[in-house]
C-alpha cells in the first residue's frame, strides 16, 4: 500500500475543462518519492492507500494543485524592455528574473501597441484537475 516515503510509479492522465493536458500512458509512469513534495498536494494526498495494479480517479482543486491565479502576477510589460531580436507573439514564453535572482516564465496573453501583457501565474492556476491515475509500482 502507498504511504509516505514509498517511491511509487504512477500511470496517469491528467484532464483540465474536458482536455487531456498531461498523460504518461504512452510513457513512462511518473515516479515520484511520497511525501517529498515533488508533485501537487492533493495529488500526492490522493494516492495515498492506493495498492499496485489500484486505478482511481479523483479530482484535485486549486488551493491542492496550482493555486488560484494572482492578478499581480499580470504585469504590463514595454516591448523595450524585450530582448531587440525578439518578436513578441501571443502564447509565447517569456522569462524575467526577480531582484532577489529568481527566474519566472510567463506567457505573453495580449500586446497592446508598444507594451506586451505577461501572465506569470502558472498554466494550470486557478484550475480544477482531474487525474485518472493507476499504481505501477511501490518500493
Not at 516515503?5 to 500512458?25: F, Q
Not at 513578441?88 to 528574473?97: I, Q, R, Y
Not at 535572482?101 to 501565474?121: P, S, W
Request: hydrophobic share 35%; proline share 5%.
Amino acid at each position: 500500500m502507498v504511504s509516505e516515503g514509498n517511491m511509487i510509479k504512477v500511470s496517469y492522465a491528467l484532464t483540465v475543462d474536458g482536455k487531456v493536458i498531461d498523460s504518461s500512458k504512452k510513457g513512462s509512469p511518473l515516479e515520484f518519492k511520497v511525501g517529498s513534495k515533488q508533485v501537487i498536494t492533493g495529488f500526492e494526498s490522493a494516492v495515498i492507500g492506493m495498492k499496485i495494479g489500484e486505478k482511481k480517479s479523483f479530482q484535485v482543486a486549486p488551493d491542492e494543485g496550482y493555486g488560484h491565479e494572482n492578478p499581480k502576477a499580470i504585469q504590463e510589460v514595454s516591448k523595450d524592455r524585450l530582448p531587440a531580436h525578439l518578436k513578441p507573439e501571443v502564447g509565447m514564453s517569456l522569462h524575467a528574473t526577480t531582484p532577489t535572482g529568481q527566474t519566472l516564465t510567463g506567457r505573453i496573453t495580449e500586446i497592446q501597441g508598444d507594451t506586451v501583457i505577461v501572465n506569470f501565474n502558472h498554466p494550470l492556476a486557478g484550475k480544477t484537475l482531474n487525474f485518472d491515475v493507476e499504481i505501477v509500482e511501490i518500493n
